[in-house]
């Protein structure tokens, strides 16, 4: 996908030094930004060339044309794909569960990424994801159309929502402000341990059923297993979560899901707010809890 962005100058940025408006409203770093200037057409006004030391008026026309980059291909392979958000920038879908978002020496063809890349398979497409959910975590994904668009939304503040099952009754809000590394006898599972990467995780009990607890969880971090690590620390693991300590009798994969996403679009400037629905094995198992 072509890395083509354009910006009109709005009456507030009138009279501005091109420089100053290329890297405050278009967000370019300055080592983007001396590409540009080396890379022929690479920032126009009005369809001509645009220098950094240029005066910029109300309603110009910004072009920039991002220069090409080398990636790893990623196989188009046709699949269906519950999108959410798009726009010239962003592409926002839900992910279904046990499927991983990138592909692996052990999902080439079944990924997230696959799907995408057929989605936009008639045009150079590079996958950026934003965000990031384990395979068997469910809801909602984040993919920058650019790379630039990618480099800005690492910024950006995004507000992330997840719905979780667990095992016990929390009848109170609160906080798990625990540090998390990786497990010494483990390539894969975490713990709450002094010397690993910090780790923060807000949780608000919305619904309770049978002797478990639906949550409403955001993150301040992004470890690896936070909320199965850290929820499992304070002695409530979620359910189907057998790796930190859940019963997968009722469901055959840890119940989370990325239900709500909110952010301020970087270039448009907008409240963006997205929900995504409970997958249906979240819904049945709440449904039979909820009749004990």
Do not use: W
Not at 22 to 38: A, I
Not at 68 to 95: M, Q, R
Not at 260 to 273: A, L, T, W
């Amino acid at each position: 996908m072509a890395d083509y962005l354009k910006f009109i100058v709005t009456s507030e940025y009138d009279g501005m030094n091109a420089g100053r408006y290329l890297r405050v409203v278009c967000s370019l770093s300055s080592r983007t930004l001396s590409k540009l200037k080396r890379t022929e057409g690479g920032l126009k006004v009005n369809g001509d060339l645009l220098r950094s030391i240029d005066i910029v008026h109300s309603g110009d026309i910004i072009e920039i044309n991002l220069p090409a980059e080398k990636s790893e291909t990623v196989t188009p392979v046709e699949g269906d794909l519950d999108v959410l958000y798009e726009d010239n920038f962003l592409l926002i879908v839900n992910k279904p569960p046990f499927m991983p978002v990138h592909p692996v020496k052990v999902h080439q063809t079944d990924t997230l990424a696959n799907r995408i890349a057929y989605r936009y398979k008639e045009k150079e497409f590079v996958f950026r994801a934003v965000n990031r959910l384990d395979s068997n975590t469910s809801g909602i994904v984040i993919i920058s159309k650019d790379r630039h668009t990618a480099s800005v939304m690492q910024t950006t503040d995004i507000i992330k929502h997840y719905t979780a099952l667990c095992h016990g009754i929390i009848l109170e809000k609160g906080t798990v402000d625990a540090p998390i590394s990786l497990r010494k006898d483990s390539k894969i599972v975490r713990c709450v341990d002094s010397s690993g990467q910090n780790a923060v995780t807000h949780y608000n009990p919305i619904d309770h059923m049978d002797n478990a607890t639906m949550l409403d969880i955001v993150l301040e971090t992004g470890r690896t297993h936070q909320i199965r690590c850290h929820m499992s620390h304070i002695g409530y693991p979620l359910f189907g979560d057998d790796l930190y300590g859940g019963s997968r009798e009722h469901i055959n994969r840890q119940a989370l899901h990325c239900h709500q996403i909110n952010f301020i679009h970087p270039f448009k400037n907008e409240n963006i707010c997205i929900s995504a629905p409970l997958p249906d094995d979240m819904q049945s198992l709440i449904n039979l809890l909820k009749t004990g």
